[in-house]
Structure formats: C-alpha cells, structure tokens
C-alpha cells in the first residue's frame, strides 16, 4: 500500500545530498598560498561532451548504490543517521563527489586563487560565507581580522601572501584563535564525522517531510481514502527510485 501512495506522487529525494550545514573549519586552514592554475580548459562540443558523460555517470553510480543500500527515514533514530550517513560517504567515494567541506575548499581556492594580499583574501572568505548561508558564530572571521591588524602593524605594511616570514606571524596569530576557540587540526577527522551525521539527519528529516507530504496529498484521493497510511520508517526508499 505503501506503494502505490507514494509510486503517484513525487519522487523521493532519495539521492539528493547538497545541504548547507554549519562547517567548522581552523581558521589558519584559510590562509593558503595561491593555489597552482587550472589545467586547460576543454572546447567546444569537447567540453560539453566530458561534462554530460561525467554527470551521467556519477548520477547512476549515485542512484546504483540507493538502490542497493536499505535506509529508514528516522532522523530521531542515531543508528539510522549514521547508517544514512555511511551510504551517502560511499555514494561520494564511488561517484567522486565532493564532500561539503570539500566543495567550500575548492570554492575558496578558485575564488581566491589570484587574489595578492591577505585582506582581499579574508574579505573573500566573508562573502563566501555569507552567500553560502555558513554562520560565524564563534565570532572567527573578526578574530581572523584583528590578527591581520596586528601582523601589518608590526610589518608595517599591507601583507601580502606570497610574503613568507609575514605569513608565518599571521600563521602563529591563527593558532592562537584556534587554541583559544578548542579546534585542533589533529581533531579534524572528527569534525568532519560530526557534519556527515548533522547533514544525514537533515536529509533525512527532509525525507520524511517529502513522503508525509506525498502520502497525505495521495490519501486525498477517492481510490485511497480507506486505506489507513504507514509510519514513514517503515518504507522502503529503494522502491521509489
């Protein structure tokens, strides 16, 4: 029954795995060097043709592994985060697909790769954030800036970042933020496994909403009205993909 209520309606989102979470990240991570150039654009038909083969093919490696692997839409459930969780990690390892702290480090080093001077770079990194919705709630960025300020006042002179012994103070400056605000990059790992588990449960409470949603549109329906709606954790996904 379960079925045939949602088989009418709208997809479940089952492979859908873009969210924007909140990401923690040691600020002295974001005072890179300018990363090496881009290889060589392709052309023409040439190019077109490499995008739609590596989409197409990361779409059905992606949808394969759905369709193979079973989830409950529990997001109050640990164990069914984590197991949510654990496919979407090999969905990416099989697909090589960007992880969300992946996708926020390729944006930043193409977004700031030829950028000069380490105030335009910290600029940047704002209106990244900003346009990606991340918030700063420990208040990082404006910590980030003091510690330029006080870097270029001991230079005496705008630091640029291709200048080493600058950016080495500015590098010492940053682990002081970060001591002060507990990150540490040996902890890295563990911040990483603790934003899967966080988008894994919005996925799934996205999941749920989806298929109440779709349930209740088709229980409007003449042919369903005597037909009594399942508890969501009891479906299936890999019967609506």
Same mark, same amino acid.
């Given at each position: 029954?379960?079925?045939?209520?949602?088989?009418?309606?709208?997809?479940?989102?089952?492979?859908?795995?873009?969210?924007?979470?909140?990401?923690?990240?040691?600020?002295?991570?974001?005072?890179?060097?300018?990363?090496?150039?881009? +290889?060589? &654009?392709?052309?023409?038909?040439?190019? !077109? /043709?490499? $995008?739609? =083969?590596?989409?197409?093919?990361?779409? @059905?490696?992606?949808?394969?592994?759905?369709?193979?692997?079973?989830?409950?839409?529990?997001?109050?459930?640990?164990?069914?985060?984590?197991?949510?969780?654990?496919?979407?990690?090999?969905?990416?390892?099989?697909?090589?697909?960007?992880?969300?702290?992946?996708?926020?480090?390729?944006?930043?080093?193409?977004?700031?790769?030829?950028? +000069?001077? &380490?105030?335009?770079?910290?600029?940047? !990194? /704002?209106? $990244?954030? =900003?346009?990606?919705?991340?918030?700063? @709630?420990?208040?990082?960025?404006?910590?980030?800036?003091?510690?330029?300020?006080?870097?270029?006042?001991?230079?005496?002179?705008?630091?640029?970042?291709?200048?080493?012994?600058?950016?080495?103070?500015?590098?010492?400056?940053?682990?002081?933020?970060?001591?002060?605000?507990?990150?540490?990059?040996?902890?890295?790992?563990?911040?990483?496994?603790?934003?899967?588990?966080?988008?894994?449960?919005?996925?799934?409470?996205? =999941?749920?909403?989806?298929?109440?949603?779709?349930?209740?549109?088709?229980?409007?329906?003449?042919?369903?009205?005597?037909?009594?709606?399942?508890?969501?954790?009891?479906?299936?996904?890999?019967?609506?993909?």
């Amino acid at each position: 029954m379960a079925s045939r209520l949602l088989a009418k309606s709208k997809q479940l989102p089952a492979a859908q795995i873009l969210l924007r979470p909140e990401l923690t990240v040691p600020v002295r991570s974001y005072a890179k060097e300018p990363a090496s150039p881009a +290889p060589p &654009a392709l052309k023409g038909d040439e190019m !077109l /043709k490499s $995008i739609f =083969l590596e989409v197409k093919n990361k779409f @059905e490696t992606a949808i394969g592994i759905f369709r193979k692997e079973k989830i409950t839409i529990d997001p109050d459930d640990p164990a069914a985060v984590s197991q949510y969780a654990k496919v979407v990690k090999t969905v990416r390892d099989k697909a090589n697909l960007f992880s969300e702290s992946q996708r926020i480090k390729y944006t930043i080093e193409t977004k700031t790769r030829d950028i +000069p001077d &380490a105030r335009t770079y910290l600029l940047t !990194l /704002k209106e $990244i954030r =900003l346009k990606r919705g991340l918030p700063d @709630e420990r208040g990082a960025e404006a910590m980030m800036l003091d510690a330029l300020e006080k870097v270029e006042k001991e230079i005496k002179r705008p630091l640029m970042r291709n200048d080493k012994k600058g950016m080495v103070l500015l590098m010492a400056e940053f682990d002081k933020i970060n001591q002060k605000l507990g990150i540490r990059r040996d902890d890295l790992p563990k911040y990483e496994e603790q934003l899967e588990l966080k988008i894994a449960k919005a996925q799934l409470e996205e =999941l749920k909403k989806d298929a109440v949603e779709a349930m209740d549109t088709q229980k409007k329906r003449e042919e369903f009205k005597d037909e009594e709606m399942p508890h969501v954790k009891s479906l299936d996904v890999r019967n609506f993909i």
